[in-house]
């Protein structure tokens, strides 16, 4: 049973706990029948649940601390797997994990934001908030994917880089601009996936790429809603109002042609469900990483260009 | 009818701006008084304590351009609200009032022109519409200065200031930083010289993107320059900041800026640097004919 339950998830694992119940008695009681209602119902209720989620709901969704990690999905969709440490400059940052993968026979450079579990491994992963050199790792590792040849995947799922005094000290805002000066031009396909929360620069540092994926219940935009709330509304208390206004979900992204494609998660969401969700993830990913590899490296580039050059609205006025 | 009428015409409204109107301007910082003429001939910096006032991108065109020189490009772009975003106010109420107040139809403005004579881009923002806050047409517009610098082969010179990414725009403002930064890559891959000159203040996703990409980087003195705001990293850390943080000369001391340049040399610094490196030759040219290419292109 999960640790933690979202307000608009009780009612589901209230039925599924009494299901449980009723299941310990069933031996000494015949009430199958009654079982099998129950369990129609609490699905139902499931689908209907997740069908009416407001862009607030999932980004607690997103923000699930028993929602699969980069490391985690690592561990289900990877035949192989060997981390890479530190960015050659400064240190190591844990709030990125990076490094060699199989997945499928495919060799390829993973690269991922990874929040902690629990307070003792947040604490260790900054809450997945990366510093400079974690960008710096990043770049580092994508150089070297580039270098052999080898596609790259990130998975996105940060709140933000971190605002620190030391991190602004270590060029913060270099080390992003770096990464997407040297993104647009990596002479290798690479696909992003958000997993959980894409907000601002501090996910964008590692999410350029050819193709664009987004788990059903991730969310990316410019701001976290409680950031924007703070400065648009002056207060901390409109966040579902500024979810609402930022239009930051899945859906929302693909309708702005900015995400290429909605990984399906399970009913209930990644975080019930994990092996179901890597395995929707790895069989969104594998295809594209196919496809990527297939295409010529200056049409590629092209491409890539193209796809960036094209996100934007204006008019123009006489 | 108004329950009474002012009658002195000598009472005027109380302006909290960093660049007053009026004949005569306090500093904020030291208090000295200065009348308006000498400030103008002084560049908008205080004659005692050498503090650069915010000025816009007039003042910056009059400043750096040989007179007359400068034509602007794609003043035609405004902001559209693409995701009907509403706040305390609508953005597009947001956009009107910018424009209102400040003549202007977004954060940047781009053009050519020429610095002592030498051709350059210009792309400069203007911090006073919606803080300089990067949209679709701050976006598209630094955009177009890439593509002509690139096609042109001359220098792009870039003045910023900015609050960051325009959050009316959420996920759209956000790819601006990708796509300026696609365009600075197509210019870099022409091998065509850009020099950003950081002006007070240039934060968030301008600093993490075209604003720190820069083959030389300048800064105006004391200019606030970083990722995160000083307020949100207090809030975040709980940490009194440093003395001095996050402005030029820390970046300088960090090793994030190339030189502090006083406004008043910044025009004869940029025509030096446009002639100590200048724009090479096309790859293949120097290829196939080696550097001497160069002299002859």
């Known amino acids: ?318 | 009818m108004a329950w009474f009428n002012r009658t002195k015409q000598n009472i005027e409204d109380q302006q909290s701006r960093d660049m007053p109107d009026g004949l005569w301007t306090k500093c904020s910082n030291c208090g000295e008084i200065t009348y308006k003429k000498q400030l103008e001939e002084n560049f908008y910096t205080c004659p005692k304590c050498n503090k650069h006032f915010r000025i816009g991108s007039n003042q910056y065109i009059d400043l750096l351009m040989d007179e007359g020189s400068f034509h602007e490009e794609a003043t035609d772009l405004v902001s559209t609200d693409p995701l009907h975003f509403v706040d305390e106010k609508p953005y597009t109420a947001r956009i009107a009032k910018g424009m209102r107040d400040t003549g202007l139809r977004d954060a940047i403005r781009i053009g050519t022109g020429t610095i002592e004579g030498l051709e350059c881009t210009l792309a400069v923002m203007d911090f006073s519409f919606i803080g300089g806050s990067m949209g679709s047409v701050v976006g598209e517009k630094f955009s177009r200065a890439a593509d002509i610098s690139r096609q042109r082969r001359i220098p792009l010179v870039a003045i910023t200031a900015s609050g960051g990414a325009r959050m009316m725009e959420a996920a759209i403002s956000l790819m601006q930083m990708a796509k300026t930064s696609v365009r600075l890559a197509q210019l870099a891959e022409a091998r065509v010289p850009y020099f950003v000159v950081l002006t007070d203040p240039t934060t968030g996703g301008v600093t993490a993107s075209f604003a720190m990409l820069g083959d030389v980087t300048l800064a105006e003195p004391n200019a606030l320059i970083g990722f995160a705001g000083p307020r949100v990293i207090e809030q975040m850390t709980k940490k009194k900041l440093p003395e001095g943080f996050q402005r030029s000369e820390f970046q300088l001391k960090h090793g994030f800026v190339d030189h502090i340049v006083h406004r008043k040399d910044l025009r004869r610094t940029l025509s030096r640097l446009f002639t100590l490196l200048p724009v090479p030759a096309k790859s293949q040219e120097i290829a196939s004919n080696g550097l001497h290419a160069r002299a002859e292109a």
Not at chain 1, 170 to 189: D, S
Not at chain 1, 257 to 277: L, Y
């Open chain 1, 1 to 318: 049973m999960a640790k933690y339950v979202l307000e608009f998830e009780r009612p589901i694992f209230e039925l599924e706990e009494k299901i449980a119940e009723m299941r310990s008695m069933s031996d000494q009681l015949d009430i199958g029948d009654e079982i099998e209602v129950l369990e129609q119902k609490v699905e139902r209720l499931r689908v209907s649940v997740y069908e009416q989620l407001t862009r607030w709901q999932r980004v607690q969704l997103a923000r699930h601390p028993d929602r699969p990690y980069t490391l985690d999905y690592i561990a289900l969709i990877c035949d192989d797997f060997i981390e890479l440490h530190g960015d050659r400059a400064y240190g190591d940052d844990k709030a990125i994990v990076g490094g060699l993968a199989r997945i499928d026979g495919i060799e390829l450079v993973l690269i991922g934001q990874q929040k902690g579990h629990d307070t003792k491994e947040n604490l260790e992963r900054n809450f997945g908030m990366p510093n400079p050199e974690g960008y710096r790792k990043a770049l580092r590792l994508m150089k070297l994917a580039e270098k052999f040849s080898l596609p790259v995947l990130t998975l996105i799922d940060t709140q933000g880089a971190y605002p620190g005094i030391e991190a602004e000290e270590r060029g913060q805002a270099e080390a992003i601009a770096r990464n997407l000066l040297e993104m647009a031009r990596l002479r290798t396909p690479i696909v992003n996936v958000v997993i959980g929360e894409g907000a601002s620069g501090g996910a964008l540092g590692i999410g350029m790429g050819d193709r664009l994926l987004m788990m059903e219940n991730s969310w990316y935009s410019v701001i976290a809603p409680e950031s924007c709330s703070n400065i648009l509304w002056r207060s901390w208390d409109y966040k579902e109002q500024a979810a609402e206004a930022l239009r930051l979900t899945a859906r929302d992204l693909l309708e702005m042609g900015i995400a290429d494609g909605i990984i399906p998660e399970p009913v209930g969401g990644a975080h019930r469900f994990p092996a179901q969700a890597a395995e929707a993830l790895k069989g969104s990913v594998l295809p594209a990483i196919r496809e990527l590899m297939g295409l010529p490296l200056e049409m590629l580039i092209e491409r890539r260009h193209e796809r960036y050059a094209s996100i934007g609205v204006w008019t123009t006025a006489g």
